[in-house]
């Protein structure tokens, strides 16, 4: 027996037998889940199974079934429990109290201990002393010696129940500071796997070079671990390889590496002798796919650097049969994630420090954890009210829309300031020497009441992937995107003859397009729509900032989101900006507490970007209107009318509202309010974050279908929408609706992973007054609920997997016992993410036409690099031309087509004329190819307008703005009908 003192506590090392005094009463079976009655006979414990003997920690059966099966027992002195080895627990009800109150009394008696602990010390020192001494003295008695030495054992045992209690069985200070002994918890565990090696319950970080550990084509092939388990991931022998991730079950079975993830590469991977590896710690269910392949940097054949990866007993077919060299063993592997079962979860020990005086800092006060709980808890809830009164304040401020952008001057009025236009309408300016960059810069939007700011945009042409399925669409983040084809070349242009003859001809066409004459040349099918849009949605955090979207010229310059975060506030802190204009102000938010939790976080960042839809049917150019905004037309350097602001950037524009089915040339302009417009019909073709591909979604939200906005079929929330109907009518007596509380918002709804959840639940509908009536599961479970009326029984009673009302899961909800104690309820997540049109671009035959057959070279191919000499005047002149073009240097047009050398924002990188050398070796003098606002002068026709902002202001939604347009109207109006009538008035 050996003790030392370490702070307060007394931590003592003892032998502590068995005490069987009683043991008898109640006892909790948890194979029955019931109470079963045991006696005692000494250390013989007697029940329903047969006897057991218990001896010391060892509980051994003597007979009946017990005994039968062969099991052994383990007895828990602590928790007042045996332990079985086929999983079963026999827990003693009257003894954890005992146990409770035992230790409530080591609070009171602790002063006294410690002083009886000191004379302990003192007197066994005096024992030692006497019987090591052959001077006389008074003797003490065996008798005396063995009682001092039991009180001195009894009392180890209990500092070292307290001890346990304090580490918990992660041996973790505060691990189990949780509701004593009925949480239990799973104590993650690290598995050991290596290349061509079988993983058994063997492997240790010291074993893990023994050949017990070993994975190959004679293994399982699966390996099944529990959530919260950390894998490690070694590499046995000398063989070299990256190791990488399947995405799917297919590729994994088809050693199909395109659609894998590199994890590790062979220079960082551990070798036999080397200690470095490979980890990754799994937090939820699935099943993940590993394999090995040779580097590229080693292994040039593409079917031997798959050697590691087939199977010798199953190997491949067709083409790269045969091509094996045959050594290598197979290196993939399944990892089967599940989670615990009941057998695995530990019941944290009983304790709550604060009863037992625990007030020296190594261990977690209870009182003071749960306390923390709750601060935390309320500081979580107070964050995420915050957010959502600012973003309905914002809401409250005006519509989801564009808000500024950024402003070089001031002057001396405030229209000369800029608003949502400073060189133009969000800045929009030309990048028509790439191939597939529009070029846009910085701007402010709110998007639901989120306010961000975005970096210079130069977005590019591109859809989402309309040849992804859901699943594939949602595999990546940001979701994967696909370049727009620009039209094709009109016939009578390349058949027109030579360049000069061609140039002449597409004159004519462009003139058709300008002038909207379809008889001149039926230009719909050269010269095509696409609409572009801004979308954002709240993300589920990463550490690293997701890239937006393509852009050639610029992207967000921030390692990480509090990179980015430490980069804006020292901007804001001094009024500089990035020079290169590449931060954006992307918010984060608390937007809920995490399911399972009281005080958990749900933390989400803003994402946006600007991405493209083509337009099914052509938009003829009348439907388009200049804004009637006084500032914009004032700001010019003379007063602008309409007309005249529409020949500029600076115009923004709005579109006739009449639907597709009720358009005509010449149709006039509808005054008063509207509800489905046309650009609720080209919204509604635009797909959110689950792709083109998506099924039909729907909105059940409460138990109330979503229609579209007449009622006559259920609406696709995969797609963006603004109004819909409601099957039933609401409280003003209506059925139709619009998103938000009065706001220009576009929403779909998603299952992308990556997008933020929320939930809610509430009462079902069980009077038979929705769209969907409950069923007998619904009554079953809400009878079940009224029925109970203990708190700790309602809160646990839950069913997943509830599809009536387009629910997810349903629940029992405590109110109390006041107010009708436990009901039941339904319970809806959903994703979301929002939209607003921003312009309309039309595609011209310029994306295709290439007289002078100039070659395009496309990225990591020879002849990119080349196209461009390193000299600062390569294509100013004849003698140092562009060899080719490429994305970034995209002039093929010939010079001729137009008439002018623009003068442009400094912003514009377009150019004037550009020498090219052809296929030939041949130097021609060309243009920029790609999209321009205005194209250059073209000789008969003039400039042409081919991008047509139409985005939404935020201020447009605030009171004082429409009180603002209603004073502009009755100054400015055509004097005729109502307009005169106040006027007159």
């Known amino acids: 027996m050996s003790f030392t003192r370490v702070g307060t506590v007394l931590a003592v090392a003892s032998m502590v037998g068995c005490q069987c005094t009683g043991m008898g009463g109640p006892w909790y079976d948890s194979a029955t889940e019931d109470v079963m009655t045991v006696s005692e006979a000494g250390c013989v414990l007697s029940s329903k199974y047969g006897k057991v003997r218990v001896t010391g920690k060892k509980v051994s059966p003597e007979g009946g079934l017990l005994a039968a099966i062969g099991v052994e027992g383990q007895w828990d002195s602590f928790g007042s429990r045996i332990k079985w080895s086929n999983g079963v627990t026999w827990t003693k009800k009257v003894g954890t109290e005992e146990l409770l109150t035992e230790l409530r009394d080591l609070k009171d008696k602790h002063s006294d201990a410690m002083g009886r602990i000191d004379a302990l010390e003192t007197t066994v020192t005096r024992l030692s002393s006497c019987c090591n001494s052959t001077s006389p003295g008074t003797p003490t008695s065996p008798a005396d010696v063995d009682a001092l030495k039991q009180s001195l054992d009894d009392l180890s045992e209990r500092v070292d129940l307290l001890n346990k209690s304090r580490t918990g069985p992660a041996g973790r200070d505060g691990y189990c500071m949780t509701t004593p002994n009925t949480t239990e918890v799973y104590v ?54 990256d190791l990488w991730e399947f995405q799917t079950e297919a590729a994994f079975d088809g050693c199909d590496f395109s ?43 593409e079917v031997k650097k798959r050697e590691l990866c087939w199977d010798p007993t199953d190997p491949p077919t067709g083409a790269v049969a045969g091509q094996m060299l045959g050594f290598g063993e197979g290196s993939k592997i399944t990892i089967r994630v599940l989670d615990p079962t009941k057998e695995e979860m530990v019941t944290c020990p009983l304790y709550d420090p604060s009863k037992y005086g625990v007030k020296d800092g190594k261990a977690a006060d209870s009182e003071s954890v749960e306390k923390l709980k709750g601060t935390v808890a309320a500081l979580g809830r107070q964050l995420i009210l915050a957010e959502a009164r600012t973003a309905e304040r914002v809401r409250e401020q005006g519509q989801s829309g564009l808000t500024l952008t950024r402003s070089v001057e001031q002057g001396s009025d405030a229209y000369y300031e800029p608003s949502y236009g400073s060189m133009g309408a969000a800045n929009i300016h030309n990048h028509a020497n790439t191939h597939h960059t529009i070029g846009l ?50 016939p009578a242009v390349l058949g027109a003859g030579t360049v000069p003859e061609q140039v002449a001809e597409m004159r004519e066409w462009f003139k058709a397009f300008h002038t909207q004459n379809k008889t001149h040349r039926n230009y719909p099918d050269y010269f095509k729509p ?118 500029t950037p600076h115009a923004l524009f709005e579109m006739n509202p009449k639907l597709q089915a009720d358009w005509a040339p010449g149709a006039k302009w509808k005054r008063g309010a509207t509800t489905m417009e046309y650009v609720d019909e080209l919204m509604s073709d635009i797909p959110g974050f689950d792709g083109p591909q998506a099924s039909l979604m729907t909105d059940e939200s409460f138990g109330v279908l979503c229609e579209n906005v007449n009622g006559t079929a259920t609406l696709d929330t995969s797609r ?64 079940e609920c009224a029925s109970i009326f203990e708190r700790k029984l309602c809160v646990v009673k839950t069913w997943e997997g509830n599809e009536v009302q387009g629910a997810e899961s349903a629940k029992c909800s405590w109110l109390g016992l006041a107010a009708g104690g436990c009901i039941y309820k339904k319970c809806w997540t959903q994703r979301w993410s929002y939209a607003i049109p921003l312009e309309v671009v039309y595609l011209t035959p310029l994306l295709k036409w290439n007289p002078y057959n100039i070659e395009y070279h496309e990225k990591k191919t020879p002849g990119y690099d080349a196209v461009k000499k390193m000299t600062t005047n390569t294509g100013l002149s004849p003698g140092t031309p562009f060899k080719g073009s490429r994305q970034d240097l995209f002039f093929r047009t010939p010079a001729e087509l137009f008439k002018d050398q623009l003068h442009p924002d400094p912003a514009d990188s377009s150019g004037g004329e550009t020498f090219v050398e052809d296929k030939n070796g041949v130097v021609r003098k060309t243009r920029a190819s790609g999209t321009w606002v205005f194209t250059p002068e073209i000789e008969g026709v003039g400039a042409v307008r081919t991008r047509y902002p139409v985005f939404p202001v935020h201020e447009h939604g605030n009171t004082v703005w429409k009180e603002a347009k209603a004073v502009a109207d009755l100054v400015m109006g055509d004097k005729s009908g109502y307009v005169n009538r106040i006027i007159n008035e």
């Open 188 to 241: 993650p565990k690290q598995v050991f796997v290596h290349n061509r090696y079988t993983p058994t319950s063997t492997c240790t970080g010291e074993t893990v070079n023994d050949d017990g550990c070993r994975w190959s084509f004679h293994m399982e092939k699966v390996l099944n671990i529990r959530v919260g388990d950390t894998l490690v991931f070694w590499r046995h022998d000398s063989k070299v390889h």
């Open 259 to 301: 659609k894998a993830t590199l994890r590790v590469g062979s220079t960082e991977f551990a070798s036999f002798e080397d200690t470095r590896n490979y980890t990754m710690t799994f937090t939820a269910a699935g099943d993940h796919f590993f394999g090995a392949k040779f580097p590229d940097s080693m292994v040039t054949n």
């Open 441 to 490: 810069g910085e701007f402010g939007a709110v998007l639901n009441g989120v306010q961000f700011t975005t970096r210079h945009n130069d977005y590019s042409l591109v859809q989402p992937d309309p040849t992804l399925s859901p699943d594939d669409y949602k595999s990546e983040w940001p979701p994967k995107a696909s370049a727009i084809e620009g039209p094709e070349v009109p």
């Open 530 to 647: 696409v609409l572009c849009y801004l979308e954002g949605t709240w993300a589920e955090p990463a550490e690293e900032v997701a890239e937006p979207f393509n852009s050639e010229r610029h992207h967000i310059d921030a390692d990480s989101w509090m990179d980015l975060h430490e980069k804006l506030n020292f901007m804001f802190n001094n009024g500089q900006k990035h020079i290169l204009e590449n931060l954006a102000f992307l918010p984060t938010a608390i937007r809920g507490i995490r399911e399972g939790t009281v005080f958990e976080p749900r933390e989400a960042q803003w994402f946006y970007r600007i991405s493209c839809r083509p337009v099914k049917n052509d938009i003829p150019t009348e439907r388009f209107r200049v804004k009637n905004d006084l500032h914009v037309q004032m700001k010019q350097y003379k007063p602008a009318t309409r007309k005249e602001l529409g020949s």
């Open 720 to 783: 963006y929408t603004r109004h819909f109907s409601q099957a039933g009518i609401d409280a003003m007596g209506r059925t139709g609706k619009r998103r938000g509380f009065n706001d220009y918002l576009f929403a779909a709804q998603t299952t992308h992973p990556k997008v933020s959840p929320l939930s809610t639940c509430g009462n079902p509908d069980l009077d038979g007054r929705g769209a969907v009536a409950p069923n007998a599961d619904d009554q079953a479970r809400q009878t």
